[in-house]
């Protein structure tokens, strides 16, 4: 099990993809809200990976959710993908499963995101 927490950053159409791992917790969240804010100001539509994130806790979470604020603040769309284990577990305790807009895959991400302007040509 990983003890550290990475991310990457990557575009996919529209849409700016973060790819996160390890553990989400007090000592990485503050690194990866202000990560995660950069990416927002940047795109329009983002989704965050949570497949290989072993661990998240309330800090985690609180990250997550003032991303969420933003986005929303902002109008810009935030999705997660990739949910399961303790992550899941952690969205269903504290009720924010309604709250997060959550598919199960990049896949649907990208169909469930807008249109490209050249389809409309």
Known sequence: MQR???ASTRSAGEVTIVELVGQID??????LRKALLSSLKDTKQMAINLSGVSYIDS???ASLVEVLKEA?????RLVLYGVGGAVLQVLQLTRLTGVFEILE??????????????DRA
């Open 59 to 61: 800090s985690g979470i």
């Open 4 to 6: 550290t927490m990475g």
């Open 105 to 118: 895959t990049e896949e649907q991400v990208l169909q469930a995101s807008t249109p490209n302007v050249r």
């Open 72 to 76: 929303q603040d902002s109008k810009k």
């Open 26 to 31: 007090l000592g990485s969240s503050p690194t």
